[in-house]
């Protein structure tokens, strides 16, 4: 196995290539394990990683898997595996199901089919933003959490709980929980509001991290007293992350591991239909 850090100044990137397309289900776990705690973000190129094969690493690192709501499952069997969100538009840098309490701990992506141009994966350091952010805006985040506000209606709470799932489910699944308050329409969908730090520990280096959905969310998020973050604040927020931003030009049969405590992503536009990225979002054993 050659372990190369990608040269990109900003990055703590690694890229692990195998020359002669070994079974990436021989590499070392315990050793993946390591880079992934130092690095955030993996990728293994030269492989050949299929959707199961995918499936089957992650397994090696994983204790359970999450299902998406909005998004089309690939292995019909567990409905872990899924497409990434579906269009051709730029989706902006954020951390996957920040605005829940039910954030995975790693994102997974495994490339089928590259766009003929554009759609690259954009990846994000949370604790270089949070470095490079401004100290008022900095004391603004560490004094007031946010808030997003939504509703899932039956057929999405329905999609990640089960086709079987009932209204006690979604009860039992959501009472207790930190930050949480719901309310059950008549129609059986759920308004649901959620309170967090915008800012948070990484999960392995314990730094505080920028690593949530402000970006991509702004029509939903406000300040935890329903007050809206300001123009200025996000304007901001935008031109640390665009600074900061790297990408991944896709190749078939590429795998990325990806740390959702800490690094934010996202994609640029593409207008080919050909793109296929497949998904797994998962929390870890390590």
Not at 80 to 103: D, K, M, W, Y
């Amino acid at each position: 196995m050659t372990i190369q850090i990608d040269s990109l100044e900003t990055s703590t990137k690694k890229i692990i290539y195998s020359d002669k397309c070994k079974d990436i289900l021989s590499l070392s776990v315990a050793e993946i394990q390591e880079l992934f705690k130092s690095s955030g973000i993996l990728l293994f190129r030269g492989f050949g990683v299929t959707h199961e094969q995918m499936k089957a690493f992650s397994k090696q690192f994983s204790s359970r898997f999450t299902r998406e709501t909005n998004r089309t499952r690939v292995d019909s069997r567990e409905g872990f595996v899924s497409l990434v969100a579906q269009g051709t538009h730029f989706i902006e840098p954020h951390c996957e199901n920040a605005n829940t309490p039910f954030r995975p701990d790693a994102v997974w992506f495994c490339c089928g089919v590259p766009p003929a141009q554009g759609g690259e994966t954009l990846f994000c350091d949370g604790v270089q933003v949070w470095e490079q952010l401004s100290e008022e805006s900095k004391q603004l985040f560490l004094s007031k959490k946010i808030r997003f506000d939504f509703i899932y209606s039956a057929e999405q709470w329905k999609h990640f709980l089960g086709a079987e799932a009932t209204l006690a489910n979604v009860k039992q699944m959501l009472e207790g929980l930190e930050g949480v308050s719901y309310f059950i329409n008549e129609d059986e969908s759920v308004s649901f509001a959620y309170a967090c730090p915008a800012v948070i520990k990484t999960k392995y280096s314990n730094q505080d991290a920028f690593a949530n959905n402000i970006l991509n969310a702004k029509e939903s998020v406000f300040f935890e007293n329903g007050s809206p973050i300001p123009d200025t604040i996000i304007s901001e927020i935008e031109e640390v992350t665009d600074r900061l931003t790297e990408e991944i030009q896709w190749q078939v049969g590429d795998l990325v591991m990806i740390d959702n405590s800490r690094f934010l992503h996202g994609r640029r536009s593409f207008s080919d239909n050909q793109r296929l990225i497949f998904s797994i979002f998962s929390y870890l054993n390590f």
